[in-house]
């Protein structure tokens, strides 16, 4: 069963401060996925990272993955209070030799960013 | 460029009613997945539909089902309603399911009284 582990789970910070949050997973695979969630919204789609070494960055986010280590981060640069909001990584395990399970999420990172 | 559009939005059930909800995908997406929201269990994936078939199945027991019409647009049952199944329905659009990107409507929240 594949299991995708996000931490850490709340973060609270300054503007204007760097962090990265950390997305594991279990099993092999090569597609992952960031969303973004704000309160009784739906999910954006941030980032779609398809292969070893992937980066993508936009505006104050850049992610990245490595398959190997089964990592993905999302690191914000010198962050807004506009960032605040939920972030989720999701991995996709349908490829996996017949792998059944859709898009796995992990329980999101609920970010407040403080003036 | 119309996103995805789930419909009701809102929905208070009884506790043994049954319920369907709706999703239109992108125009010209072919892939429709559902998924559970709750507090408690996070996202959960509930079931994917590409051309009329479902391809994947989620762990959910089976008063939940769905499934997808020509025009692409989906729709999924849950029966014989339990208080847990309260959550936020959320349906994701793909144009295929190969690395493409989805995209997630807004919801429907179901309210089990």
Known sequence: ELKVEQNPLFLSMQEGKNYTIYCNYSTTSDRLYWYRQDPGKSLESLFVLLSNGAVKQEGRLMASLDTKARLSTLHITAAVHDLSATYFCAVDSSALRGGADGLTFGKGTHLIIQP | KAGV????????????????????????????????????????????YFSETQRNKGNFPGRFSGRQFSNSRSEMNVSTLELGDSALYLCASSFDRDGTEAFFGQGTRLTVV
Not at chain 2, 8 to 29: A, E, F, M
């Open chain 2, 5 to 48: 559009t789930q419909t009701p939005r809102y929905l208070i059930k009884t506790r043994g009613q049954q319920v369907t909800l709706s999703c239109s995908p992108i125009s010209g997406h072919r892939s429709v997945s559902w998924y559970q929201q709750t507090p408690g269990q996070g996202l959960q994936f509930l079931f994917e």
